[in-house]
């Protein structure tokens, strides 16, 4: 079992940035594919960027070159730095693991362990 505690959401205005963590606990990183994903009322759960227990990373191409994805195995904590925030940013942050064996990156069923979300609110 993995908990995940989600942190640094809040109200930002346009071209802003934020810092969003993720905290593990129950179990460390190792071995686990992390992700971040977002949802607004009435939408589906949309992907936002991962990261694998190597390193490697993955984007969605709405938030590439905006948004970088990070990690601390040594704290068990998954970071995702947005800048150049747009308004349809907006959404709930969820972040997300998935242990072996591995789905795709960019799909939500793909992850066995959600936490509870961030509220992440960019003005226009």
């Known amino acids: 079992q993995v908990q995940l505690v989600e942190s640094g959401g809040g109200l930002v205005q346009s071209g802003g940035s934020l810092r969003l963590s993720c905290a593990a606990s129950?179990?460390?990183?190792?071995?686990?594919?992390m992700g971040w994903f977002r949802q607004t009322p009435g939408k589906e759960r949309e992907f936002v960027a991962a990261?694998?227990?190597?390193?490697?990373?993955s984007y969605s191409d709405s938030v590439r070159g905006r948004f970088t994805i990070s990690k601390d195995n040594v704290k068990d904590t998954m970071y995702l730095q947005m800048n150049g925030l747009k308004p349809e940013d907006t959404g709930t942050y969820y972040c997300?693991?998935?242990?072996?064996?591995?789905?795709?990156?960019?799909?939500?069923?793909?992850?066995?362990?959600w936490g509870q979300g961030t509220l992440v609110t960019v003005s226009p």
């Open positions: 129950g179990r460390t990183f190792t071995g686990l594919t």
């Open positions: 990261v694998t227990w190597g390193g490697g990373t």
């Open positions: 997300a693991a998935d242990p072996p064996p591995f789905g795709y990156v960019s799909l939500a069923g793909s992850y066995d362990y």
